[in-house]
């Protein structure tokens, strides 16, 4: 297929990429300079593209977001297909897809997890929004899954940002698991070999699976962690999820305290200096690129 791609992050590039190598052509735009960048406008790129346009817009979620959509609607007609693959609040993309309904424009909320480790091993699609724009562009949903990623419809709306911003909040309390159980390795009397220990862990065990996959990368590099500060990013996904169950009356005590731990963790330097946020520090790095600071 040929589509036309925004945003060339650490996603975005790689998705790009990916795309390119599975035979698709990819009008790609970004901000500023990058070399996988072939068009100078969002214009330009929308008018490249044959109809039904598809044009995946793969930027910050938030204001940055609406400005990319803005700047699209400018150009693009009826039946064409827009997509957000970015962290976008559920409500705003519900809004999103009804306003755009009105215009006979077709609107999808993809949420996209994976980190950049996706890109070859697959990513997982949650998919909401117009069903046949969804049916329409499943080569592309396709091949960004190959070879063990997969992808899912989920229904109209912002149906594939909630159960993406869910996700998220799920991940918090895993990585926050993971982190303080190390901790309590790492404090231990026996002076355990946490590589060791997180390598037995993979195999088979219950909590076997990608984030230990991850700890053990992690322990791989550095099993002291000892230049990590534990300073972490708490991104909207959890606190929008903590929000959500809250009003429908759901408890998630686990996930509403690992997002405390991570708001505390930007100011607090006891915590900073623990060894569990240390590790979940450096797990987000791990599987998302995100920075770690360093002493």
Same mark, same amino acid.
């Given at each position: 297929?040929?589509?036309?791609?925004?945003?060339?992050?650490?996603?975005?590039?790689?998705?790009?990429?990916?795309?390119?190598?599975?035979?698709h052509? $990819? =009008?790609?735009?970004?901000? !500023?300079?990058?070399k996988?960048?072939?068009?100078?406008?969002i @214009?330009?790129l929308? /008018?490249? *593209?044959?109809?039904?346009r598809?044009v995946?817009?793969m930027?910050?979620?938030?204001?940055?977001?609406?400005?990319?959509?803005?700047?699209?609607?400018?150009?693009?007609?009826?039946?064409?297909? $827009? =997509?957000?693959?970015?962290n !976008?609040?559920?409500?705003?993309?519900?809004r999103?897809?009804? @306003?755009?309904k009105? /215009?006979? *424009?077709?609107?999808?909320?993809?949420g996209?997890?994976?980190g950049?480790?996706?890109?070859?091993?697959?990513?997982?699609?949650m998919?909401?929004?117009d069903?046949?724009?969804?049916e329409?562009?499943?080569?592309?949903?396709?091949?960004?899954?190959?070879?063990?990623?997969?992808?899912?419809?989920?229904?109209?709306?912002g149906?594939?940002?909630?159960?993406?911003?869910v996700?998220?909040?799920?991940?918090?309390?895993m990585?926050?698991?993971?982190?303080?159980?190390?901790?309590?390795?790492?404090?231990?009397?026996?002076?355990l070999?946490?590589t060791?220990?997180?390598k037995?862990?993979?195999?088979?065990?219950?909590?076997?699976?990608?984030?230990?996959?991850?700890?053990?990368?992690?322990?791989?590099?550095?099993s002291?962690?000892?230049?990590?500060?534990?300073?972490?990013?708490?991104?909207?996904?959890?606190?929008?999820?903590?929000?959500?169950?809250r009003e429908?009356?759901?408890?998630?005590?686990?996930?509403?305290?690992?997002?405390?731990?991570?708001k505390?963790?930007?100011?607090?330097?006891?915590?900073?200096?623990?060894?569990?946020?240390?590790?979940?520090?450096s797990?987000?790095?791990?599987?998302g690129?995100?920075?770690?600071?360093?002493?």
């Amino acid at each position: 297929m040929k589509l036309g791609f925004i945003g060339l992050g650490k996603m975005g590039s790689r998705m790009v990429t990916k795309l390119l190598d599975e035979g698709h052509e $990819i =009008i790609a735009w970004n901000r !500023s300079a990058h070399k996988l960048k072939n068009v100078e406008t969002i @214009e330009e790129l929308v /008018k490249s *593209i044959d109809k039904p346009r598809v044009v995946w817009v793969m930027v910050t979620a938030g204001e940055t977001t609406q400005n990319i959509l803005d700047e699209v609607l400018k150009y693009i007609e009826k039946d064409d297909i $827009i =997509i957000d693959g970015g962290n !976008s609040f559920f409500k705003d993309t519900q809004r999103r897809y009804e @306003e755009l309904k009105a /215009k006979n *424009i077709k609107f999808l909320g993809i949420g996209v997890s994976g980190g950049i480790i996706a890109a070859e091993e697959g990513y997982p699609l949650m998919v909401g929004g117009d069903k046949s724009a969804y049916e329409f562009v499943s080569p592309i949903l396709d091949s960004l899954a190959k070879p063990n990623g997969g992808h899912e419809y989920f229904g109209e709306g912002g149906a594939g940002h909630f159960v993406k911003m869910v996700h998220n909040g799920i991940e918090y309390g895993m990585m926050q698991s993971i982190g303080e159980g190390f901790g309590i390795l790492e404090k231990s009397p026996y002076k355990l070999d946490l590589t060791k220990v997180s390598k037995l862990f993979q195999k088979g065990t219950i909590v076997s699976g990608f984030l230990m996959d991850r700890t053990a990368e992690v322990f791989s590099r550095d099993s002291s962690l000892s230049q990590v500060v534990g300073s972490i990013e708490a991104t909207g996904e959890a606190e929008w999820t903590v929000n959500q169950a809250r009003e429908e009356n759901v408890p998630v005590e686990l996930i509403e305290k690992a997002l405390e731990f991570r708001k505390r963790s930007q100011e607090d330097v006891s915590i900073q200096e623990s060894f569990t946020a240390k590790l979940i520090s450096s797990l987000r790095n791990a599987f998302g690129g995100h920075e770690i600071r360093k002493r």
